[in-house]
């Protein structure tokens, strides 16, 4: 039962400085990024930057690169059945939506829905 209390206490702790976090603005400066990553069976190390906020400061545009290795079978040594790991990369660019805010569209303001 204490652990519980004690547990119900921290995770209260969390939920309030969360709440309390998201009334802070959103900051409108260029941002960059690092991010270790898996897709499939492939690994990854990625870097990544996004602009600041345009258009009343609803979007933004986002770019990410990302250095991936593809893990296969050695097509040199098929006898030995040993992995290989292929470098490549990929690319991405792509718009960043802010939702929860008006925004102005052809003359007419949009109010976010409440819940």
Same mark, same amino acid.
């Given at each position: %039962? *204490? *652990?519980?209390? /004690?547990?119900?206490?921290l995770?209260?702790? &969390?939920?309030?400085?969360?709440?309390?976090? +998201?009334?802070?603005?959103?900051?409108? *400066?260029?941002?960059l990024?690092?991010?270790?990553?898996?897709? +499939?069976?492939?690994?990854g190390?990625?870097i990544?930057?996004?602009?600041p906020?345009?258009?009343? =400061?609803?979007?933004?545009?986002?770019?990410?690169?990302?250095?991936?290795?593809?893990?296969?079978?050695?097509?040199?040594?098929?006898l030995?059945?040993? %992995?290989?790991? #292929?470098?490549?990369?990929n /690319?991405?660019?792509?718009? &960043?939506?802010?939702? =929860?805010?008006?925004?102005?569209?052809? =003359?007419? #303001?949009? *109010?976010?829905?409440?819940?």
């Open positions: %039962m *204490k *652990k519980q209390m /004690i547990f119900l206490c995770l209260s702790v &969390v939920l309030i400085q969360t709440v309390k976090a +998201q009334e802070n603005e959103i900051s409108n *400066k260029m941002s990024g690092f991010q270790l990553n898996q897709y +499939q069976r492939d690994f190390l990625g990544q930057a996004t602009t906020y345009f258009a009343q =400061g609803n979007m933004a545009v986002r770019f990410r690169a990302n250095y991936m290795y593809l893990e296969h079978l050695d097509t040199e040594n098929l030995d059945l040993e %992995m290989t790991w #292929t470098p490549y990369f /690319i991405c660019i792509g718009l &960043v939506g802010v939702s =929860g805010k008006s925004a102005i569209l052809c =003359g007419y #303001t949009v *109010k976010a829905a409440r819940s």
